[in-house]
């Protein structure tokens, strides 16, 4: 492929910004890479690894010249990382982000762009259990969904130029409202977290005449509740930043449980096989 | 091993009734074994494999001579299949069961022994996804738990010759009455699967601004959403088995659902952050 652009600035170069670098360098879209990072010898494996060209001694540095700059910091430090590279943005610099959670992260940081300057908020729909540059690599994205979610004032050519670098790395990228996006990922994640964290709270602290009822727990048990192994301050930090949303979807979920609840309540047969046909129908339609 | 009983009769020669067969077999631990199932294409299979050594055209036939019966049918069938047997049992007869809800099944099965015979309810905590003569094996219940639930009127030395046998087939076996039984599993087993179902049904039917989110999902979702797909009318069974066990179960969800969204409600950090880690530290405490 021709290069996109000539200088990509990688702030957090991680499995996500880590990989993005590599799949940009493997399709040949972009020229020089640079990497900022604050922890220091993540940093210098990323330039060992060939992952980045050179590496900034600090973010005010490192975004001079960029074309674009990639933020792949956990989701809510995002825009305090914005608002510290802002003022040394170049004239027609993009700056996009990787977070899961975009209305308040998008919100935030179109406002903190200089005149001339463009943020698009996006979201890989990729990862592995692995972090770090360590774990980076160049196919990460290839046929992962990558969303968009330009707002009204989003310039469009820089919204373009993320598009056409997000395909160039092998995603299918698409476009939506920062809203909409987050009140998807309410559901099928952000949702699905909490209830598995709640899950494994009320079955641990349950007292079934005092016995340990999690020793009695097998493999389905673990299979089902293996999320809610996932980091604790990376999942309060999305709960607190998608709030709205997740409130409105926890609420869905309560009322569907509290449906099922009666329904076993008062000793409903058909109206039980009904539910539960329904859920595997839609579960059997995502295989 | 040496011989246990002389004559086991299996209702029901599936993954489980099957398999049991084939363990005490190999165990030596059984003479002959006599196949009843209403599917009469399973049975010859059961009889063609080498599970069982004989086929009887009923169960009032087959349980003729038998020192132990081994009702291996859909949890809510079990009653039914005892009831047909009961006026053809030898006398010192033992039966037994296979079902995964205890207290409904061990109190109706135990009314209906004629003098001399004993009811003993159990359940073996293995399995797999097929079902089936041709899906038995041996190994199924190698170091897995077998739960026996005897009551206060259940002959001991039938309950100590169904701990014989369960040993010689690998299970590690312990003892616990109906009803705590029923509230560990509804605990760890209901439970889960009425949140999976609901929380399908609830993602599945979510409107957000009219678009199916079942689309986003990724692994993640699928994983964790995975028995939603399990087979509608055995939880159907399943829950009006074990209503009020599971009701209470739901009830103490519910409560640990409603806490951690009032933290959410409320933007509380610190109180996010303790619920998710005391979740994940009983989450990773079973791995």
Same mark, same amino acid.
């Given at each position: 492929?021709?290069?996109? !652009?000539?200088?990509?600035?990688?702030?957090?170069?991680?499995?996500?910004?880590?990989?993005?670098?590599? +799949?940009?360098? #493997?399709?040949?879209?972009?020229?020089?890479?640079?990497?900022?990072?604050?922890?220091?010898?993540?940093?210098?494996?990323?330039?060992? %690894?060939?992952?980045?060209?050179e590496i900034a001694? /600090?973010?005010?540095?490192?975004?001079?010249?960029?074309?674009?700059?990639?933020?792949?910091? $956990?989701?809510?430090?995002? $825009?305090?990382?914005?608002?510290?590279?802002?003022?040394?943005?170049?004239?027609?610099?993009?700056?996009?982000?990787?977070?899961?959670?975009?209305?308040?992260?998008?919100?935030? =940081? #179109?406002?903190?762009?200089?005149?001339? =300057?463009?943020?698009?908020?996006?979201?890989?729909? +990729?990862?592995?259990?692995?972090?770090?540059?360590?774990?980076?690599?160049?196919?990460?994205?290839? *046929?992962k969904r990558c969303?968009?979610? $330009?707002?009204?004032?989003? @310039?469009?050519?820089?919204? @373009?130029?993320?598009? &056409? %670098?997000?395909?160039?790395? *092998?995603?299918?990228? =698409?476009?939506?409202?920062?809203?909409?996006?987050?009140?998807?990922?309410?559901?099928?994640?952000?949702?699905?977290?909490?209830?598995?964290?709640?899950?494994?709270?009320?079955?641990?602290?349950? /007292?079934?005449?005092?016995?340990?009822?999690?020793?009695?727990? +097998?493999?389905?048990?673990?299979?089902?509740?293996?999320?809610?192994?996932?980091?604790?301050?990376?999942?309060? /930090?999305?709960?607190?930043?998608?709030?709205?949303?997740?409130?409105?979807?926890?609420?869905?979920?309560?009322?569907?449980?509290?449906?099922? &609840?009666? &329904?076993?309540? &008062?000793? /409903?047969?058909?109206?039980?096989a009904e539910f539960?046909? !329904?859920?595997?129908?839609?579960?059997?339609?995502?295989?």
């Amino acid at each position: 492929m021709s290069m996109i !652009i000539e200088r990509l600035a990688v702030i957090g170069v991680g499995l996500i910004g880590g990989s993005f670098a590599r +799949a940009l360098r #493997e399709a040949g879209t972009v020229g020089a890479i640079v990497g900022i990072d604050t922890d220091r010898s993540n940093l210098e494996q990323a330039l060992s %690894l060939g992952i980045v060209d050179e590496i900034a001694p /600090d973010a005010a540095q490192g975004v001079r010249d960029a074309q674009v700059v990639f933020v792949s910091v $956990p989701v809510c430090a995002i $825009p305090a990382v914005v608002r510290e590279i802002a003022p040394f943005l170049p004239a027609g610099c993009i700056v996009s982000d990787g977070g899961s959670v975009k209305t308040a992260v998008v919100q935030e =940081c #179109e406002a903190l762009m200089p005149p001339g =300057c463009a943020f698009v908020g996006g979201h890989p729909i +990729a990862g592995t259990e692995h972090s770090g540059a360590g774990a980076a690599f160049a196919s990460l994205f290839n *046929g992962k969904r990558c969303i968009l979610t $330009p707002t009204r004032d989003t @310039d469009a050519g820089a919204c @373009d130029t993320m598009a &056409r %670098l997000w395909r160039s790395a *092998g995603a299918n990228v =698409c476009s939506m409202e920062p809203g909409h996006h987050d009140r998807i990922f309410a559901e099928i994640s952000h949702l699905p977290h909490v209830v598995a964290y709640a899950l494994v709270h009320a079955v641990g602290t349950a /007292d079934v005449e005092g016995e340990n009822v999690l020793s009695y727990t +097998a493999g389905g048990f673990r299979d089902f509740t293996r999320i809610a192994s996932s980091d604790p301050v990376m999942w309060r /930090d999305i709960a607190l930043m998608n709030r709205t949303a997740l409130l409105a979807s926890i609420d869905g979920f309560s009322a569907s449980l509290a449906e099922l &609840r009666q &329904r076993i309540d &008062r000793s /409903d047969p058909a109206g039980l096989a009904e539910f539960f046909t !329904i859920a595997k129908q839609f579960r059997d339609g995502i295989l």
